[in-house]
């Protein structure tokens, strides 16, 4: 079974690609890098690769070695970010063959999500990276915002 690997995506700028088939459930690859007491600081795209693992407790996932990085959010993910003590890996959501991108729910909270448009282009899309239990509280909160006539 080959690595993901990253290549062009269709949601943003770089993304991760399965190159072998694999089932529902697969470990597809470990967000992996040094703990850190706070998130890692922006590339020069103006991404950052942290993972909170709790507050003030972060996986910094900006070196090379972590493929994961270059997973796009969703709001239909094909993975799930599952956290085994201080290890997150990515686990297949279902089956999945070469070629198909590998994303995730980055899980953002209400106060990032509208610094974060989402492009996924999912059916039920937001238009923010934010978590998926926020989803439905956010779209209320834009609805009551969204000005008269437009
Ligand atoms: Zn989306």
């Known amino acids: 079974m080959s690595d993901p690997a990253p290549g062009p995506s269709r949601i943003h700028g770089t993304g991760l690609f399965a190159r072998s088939s694999h089932r529902k459930g697969d470990r597809l690859c470990r967000f992996s890098g040094p703990l850190a007491d706070a998130p890692p600081a922006a590339d020069a795209a103006g991404r950052t690769h942290g993972l909170e693992l709790e507050p003030g407790r972060w996986i910094d996932g900006s070196t090379d070695a972590n493929l994961a990085r270059h997973a796009n ?78």
């Open 73 to 150: 959010h969703s709001c239909d993910p094909t993975a799930e970010a599952v956290r085994d003590g201080d290890r997150v890996s990515l686990l297949a959501l279902r089956d999945l063959e070469p070629g198909d991108e590998i994303t995730f729910d980055y899980g953002f909270g209400l106060a990032d999500a509208l610094q974060n448009p989402c492009r996924c282009g999912a059916p039920g899309c937001g238009g923010w990276i934010v978590a998926a239990p926020l989803r439905p509280l956010l779209r209320r909160h834009l609805l009551r915002r969204r000005p008269t006539g437009d």
